[in-house]
Nanobody, 122 residues
Framework: QVQLVESGGGLVQSGGSLRLSCAAS????????MGWYRQAPGKQRESVAT???????NYADSVKGRFTISRDNAKNTLSLQMNSLKPEDTATYYC????????????????WGQGSQVTVSS
């Protein structure tokens, strides 16, 4: 069983900063792609940022230059530093990890965190 446990989030004023963290635990071989997704009320879940094991990143256009994703492969942790937050960033943020359960397989299991609420007031 693989668990992703998130921490961080909260309420902040427009222009402020928050940091989200996520830790993967359980029995698995390794974590491949990790990322952050968000879902605002009445909207579909969207990708915010992703990072692969070698550190290469990809960001949604709406957060480029404001958010920074990072990971620690040794600790199986993921972070998202969010600066210059805007009211439109308000959403529930979900940690995502593609987890390879065994070295004998090339397929990964999609795992999700419990969600963290981020609210940005204007």
């Amino acid at each position: 069983q693989v668990q992703l446990v998130e921490s961080g989030g909260g309420l902040v004023q427009s222009g402020g900063s928050l940091r989200l963290s996520c830790a993967a635990s359980g029995r698995f071989f390794r974590v491949d792609v990790m990322g952050w997704y968000r879902q605002a009320p009445g909207k579909q879940r969207e990708s915010v940022a992703t990072i692969i094991r070698d550190g290469r990143t990809n960001y949604a256009d709406s957060v480029k230059g404001r958010f920074t994703i990072s990971r620690d492969n040794a600790k199986n942790t993921l972070s998202l530093q969010m600066n210059s937050l805007k009211p439109e960033d308000t959403a529930t943020y979900y940690c995502y990890a593609a987890v390879r359960l065994s070295p004998l397989t090339t397929t990964s299991k999609d795992c999700w965190g419990q969600g963290s609420q981020v609210t940005v007031s204007s």
